[in-house]
């Protein structure tokens, strides 16, 4: 298996239509999962940019927010990023149309896209806001059963209003 997970510019722009399908079964070091994160990518050339779409597949090993217990969270999800070519400081002779949220990467002249770091990269920012491993520590602080109950100081003071409804 090719362990840079680097594709030439060259070679997406020699395929068929200047599509190349790209299959990434293997780990990232540094994102913790229990098995291979899976993409299936389509690289795409698009004049003076590279267009890589497709989906994200893993099982991410993460730590609950609330309780500290480490849990496994199924992620399964679309990418859509977008390359220059060339400078984004020079003059394109053709517009783009960006979509919400979409940014473009400056590969500075490169001749190859690095995919695991684009994988990498994606999986970061498609992770949780808030990890909790499960619905007795969503409702923990809610539920009437003390095992579950995380005490908050703070809510003290409203134990004793006493409320005069005439």
Known sequence: MNNTHKVLIEDIEQATNKKLEYKFDDVIEEIPSNGNIQADLVL????????????????AKLEC????NEYEENM???IEEMFA????????GQE?????GQ???????????????????SVIINLP???VCGIKCKEGFFETDETYKIPDARM???????????
């Open 44 to 59: 795409e050339s698009l004049g003076e940019f590279i267009k890589i779409s497709g989906n994200i597949k893993l099982i």
């Open 76 to 78: 399964n999800f679309e």
């Open 156 to 166: 003290e003071v409203f134990k004793n209003i006493k409320v005069d409804r005439k």
């Open 96 to 100: 783009l149309e960006l979509k919400d």
């Open 65 to 68: 927010d609330i309780c500290l």
């Open 103 to 121: 940014f473009i990467t400056d590969l500075n002249g490169e001749n190859e896209i690095d995919i695991k770091d684009l994988l990498y990269q």
């Open 129 to 131: 806001d808030k990890k």
């Open 85 to 92: 070519k060339n400078s984004l400081m020079e003059e394109y």
